[in-house]
């Protein structure tokens, strides 16, 4: 496989080409890893399929009625195994996949601004796992809600595909939500979103949040929905918090001639 080392000019630039066989080289290290931990997941598919599927099972027990996936086609397993193994592979690859879109963005950016988002690095990958898991109790209130609606006496076979895609969907979306707060300061580190336009932009922040919590969760009652998005929400005002201080930073280590007086600057 080709080195990931970036060829520059002097000048640290890098042409197309060089950018294009990077990323081709990036996404093929991530999709190994998501390979490689679908292998794992396709051991241990038994106990994923299990927790994923207890919803189903305790609402049967509930309503002492029918409630299971159902499987319609012959390749219908299979393909279910095979996605549900990469979704764990996904999880379990997340520190690389993370790690490959870091180093990617990464070299553009100046000594000390590389180890503060090598940190957020270290941050976004529990961040990713504490958004799977808050997504992934919430499941079997979201599934009891939606299959509230299935008359008495009815037999609620759920086709395994479509049940399976949205519950991961479910998962993945809400872990990556809470990679926010690391988007945010890179945005922020590469001179993009400066901290006080963050804070400015708070009220349309919570209102998209308030608005994916709900989409996301379809619940009629509001508590579910707030549980999601508190946590979205301080962290976001969180990474507003450390864009301040990165700013801070560049502003005290600012070359002096870079600074004009007062007078000078309204002479000008």
């Given at each position: 496989?080709?080195?990931?080392?970036?060829?520059?000019?002097?000048?640290?630039?890098?042409?197309?080409g060089?950018?294009?066989?990077?990323?081709?080289?990036?996404?093929?290290?991530?999709?190994?890893?998501?390979?490689?931990?679908?292998?794992?997941?396709?051991?241990?598919?038994d106990?994923?399929?299990?927790?994923?599927?207890?919803p189903?099972?305790?609402i049967?027990?509930?309503?002492?009625s029918?409630?299971?996936?159902?499987?319609?086609?012959?390749?219908?397993?299979?393909?279910?195994?095979?996605?549900?193994?990469l979704?764990?592979?996904?999880?379990?690859?997340?520190?690389?996949?993370?790690?490959?879109?870091?180093?990617f963005?990464?070299?553009?950016?100046?000594?000390?601004?590389k180890?503060?988002?090598?940190?957020?690095?270290v941050?976004?990958?529990?961040?990713?796992?504490?958004?799977?898991?808050?997504?992934?109790?919430?499941?079997p209130?979201?599934?009891?809600?939606?299959?509230?609606?299935?008359?008495?006496?009815?037999?609620?076979?759920q086709?395994?595909?479509q049940?399976?895609?949205?519950?991961?969907?479910?998962?993945?979306a809400?872990?990556?939500?809470?990679?926010?707060?690391?988007?945010?300061?890179?945005?922020?580190?590469?001179?993009?979103?400066?901290?006080?336009?963050m804070?400015?932009?708070?009220r349309?922040?919570?209102?998209?949040?308030?608005?994916?919590?709900?989409?996301?969760?379809?619940?009629?009652?509001?508590y579910?929905?707030?549980?999601?998005?508190?946590?979205?929400?301080?962290?976001?005002?969180?990474?507003?918090?450390v864009?301040?201080?990165?700013d801070?930073?560049?502003?005290?280590?600012?070359?002096?001639?870079?600074?004009?007086?007062?007078?000078?600057?309204?002479?000008?």
């Open positions: 496989m080709p080195s990931l080392r970036r060829q520059r000019d002097p000048e640290g630039r890098m042409s197309l060089d950018h294009l066989r990077e990323l081709r080289n990036r996404i093929t290290i991530s999709a190994i890893a998501i390979v490689i931990g679908g292998v794992v997941g396709w051991i241990y598919y106990r994923v399929i299990e927790a994923l599927t207890r189903l099972r305790d049967a027990a509930q309503r002492h029918v409630v299971n996936i159902n499987f319609a086609g012959m390749t219908d397993a299979f393909a279910l195994q095979l996605t549900t193994s979704f764990v592979g996904l999880i379990i690859a997340s520190p690389i996949w993370l790690f490959q879109i870091w180093g963005i990464v070299p553009g950016l100046t000594s000390k601004e180890l503060v988002a090598r940190l957020f690095v941050a976004a990958v529990p961040l990713f796992l504490a958004g799977c898991f808050f997504a992934f109790i919430m499941v209130k979201a599934v009891a809600v939606l299959l509230g609606f299935t008359p008495t006496g009815a037999y609620n076979l086709d395994g595909s049940y399976l895609n949205f519950v991961l969907k479910f998962i993945v809400f872990g990556c939500a809470f990679l926010l707060p690391v988007f945010l300061v890179a945005l922020n580190l590469i001179g993009v979103l400066p901290a006080r336009a804070l400015k932009g708070w349309p922040a919570v209102m998209i949040i308030l608005v994916f919590a709900a989409v996301m969760t379809p619940t009629p009652d509001a579910t929905m707030l549980f999601l998005a508190a946590p979205m929400v301080a962290l976001y005002f969180a990474s507003v918090g864009a301040f201080l990165v801070r930073r560049k502003e005290e280590h600012k070359p002096d001639w870079l600074e004009v007086p007062d007078d000078q600057a309204s002479a000008l």
